[in-house]
């Protein structure tokens, strides 16, 4: 079956840190992969996207790009601020009929001025 | 959001009470969503819905309902409210063709 893994957080960086959250998959066929966030009492929000291998997706300073070679979707940010502090999740869809989701655990990002 | 509304956003009940709890859409998406959302579980899918009428259970649908009488609302029912459905609750929609999914903000339950 599908499978996203994401690494444990929390992840605690310093305002204007290079940041780097891992996620890997595992899926079969072609899957799309997406990563949202999710800020403190509110829902989860889509912050950027890959339909197909070598595509990087960017939004708000973040990329990911999407590497089917070593089955991974790792998001990057070159300079974090205290306002990313959130929980990011990792999710691919794989072509299935409810086009369904199958997340990671999510990470907590914590950024200290 | 993406024109997405969850009600109640809070609700206190009891054990043993029925709880409805309504998403509405005005995205006019085929596909609509219900999640949980536990410390240490992530987000685990309780049912979705591939159009009117059509519903399918997901990972955790013990305990719980929904129906989908028309395309921009899809009710998530408990029959008898037990503590252990005390959680965030989370509506989600999209299209399909490995679409991405948009939330809602949630509406969280408390069950005592």
């Known amino acids: 079956g599908n499978s996203v893994t994401q690494m444990e957080g929390p992840v605690t960086l310093s305002e204007e840190a290079f940041l780097t959250i891992n996620c890997t998959y595992t899926a079969t066929g072609y899957p799309s992969l997406f990563w949202y966030v999710q800020y403190p009492g509110e829902g989860l929000q889509l912050l950027l996207k890959a339909t197909k291998a070598d595509d990087k997706g960017s939004n708000k300073g973040f990329e990911a790009t999407y590497r089917k070679e070593t089955t991974s979707f790792h998001l990057e940010k070159g300079s974090v601020q205290v306002s990313d502090s959130a929980v990011y999740f990792c999710a691919l869809s794989a072509n299935n009929a409810g086009n369904m989701l199958t997340f990671g655990g999510g990470t907590r990002l914590m950024v200290k001025p | 959001d993406a024109g997405i509304t969850q009600s109640p956003r809070h609700k206190v009940t009891e054990t043993g009470t029925p709880v409805t709890l309504r998403c509405h859409q005005t995205e006019n998406h085929r596909y609509m969503y219900w999640y949980r959302q536990d410390p240490g579980h992530g987000l685990r899918l309780i049912h979705y819905?591939?159009?009117?009428?059509?519903?399918d259970k997901g990972e955790v649908s013990d305990g719980y309902s929904v129906s989908r009488s028309k395309t921009e609302d899809f009710l998530l029912t408990l029959e008898s409210a037990t503590s252990s459905q005390t959680s965030v609750y989370f509506c989600?929609?999209?299209?399909?063709?490995?679409?991405?999914?948009?939330f809602g903000d949630g509406t969280r339950l408390s069950i005592l």
């Open positions: 989600a929609i999209s299209e399909p063709g490995n679409q991405p999914q948009h």
């Open positions: 819905s591939y159009g009117v009428k059509d519903t």
